[in-house]
């Protein structure tokens, strides 16, 4: 059992940047797939960005070269770095851990076994 806990969403200004975290808590974190995804409101839910247990990382394109997906398997921790932010990127952002065994899977939020609250990003323009 996994549990996940963001932090670090809020406010900002377009062009601006956030970085969230999400604490997890249980056994074996350094062994699951990390990923981000993202809700926004009368929208599907949708992948944002994904990290392996060995540190592949994977993007969403509407995020690549503006968001950084990183891990502190010591902190049993994974961050999302996003700079440039836009008025599009204004959702709900969930954490989520699984074990992924294809890469082309990485997207598919079914593939996650445990998620997180969720943390509000509201990018202003």
């Known amino acids: 059992q996994v549990q996940l806990v963001e932090s670090g969403g809020g406010l900002v200004q377009a062009g601006g940047s956030l970085r969230l975290s999400c604490a997890a808590s249980g056994r074996s974190f350094s062994t699951y797939h990390m990923g981000w995804f993202r809700q926004a409101p009368a929208k599907s839910r949708e992948f944002v960005a994904a990290?392996?247990?060995?540190?592949?990382?994977y993007y969403a394109d509407s995020v690549k070269g503006r968001f950084t997906i990183s891990r502190d398997n010591a902190k049993n921790t994974v961050y999302l770095q996003m700079n440039s932010l836009k008025p599009e990127d204004t959702a709900v952002y969930y954490c989520?851990?699984?074990?992924?065994?294809?890469?082309?899977?990485?997207?598919?939020?079914?593939?996650?076994?445990?998620w997180g609250q969720g943390t509000q990003i509201t990018v202003s323009s």
């Open positions: 989520a851990a699984g074990f992924v065994r294809l890469a082309r899977h990485i997207a598919e939020g079914s593939k996650y076994d445990y």
């Open positions: 990290i392996s247990w060995s540190g592949d990382t």
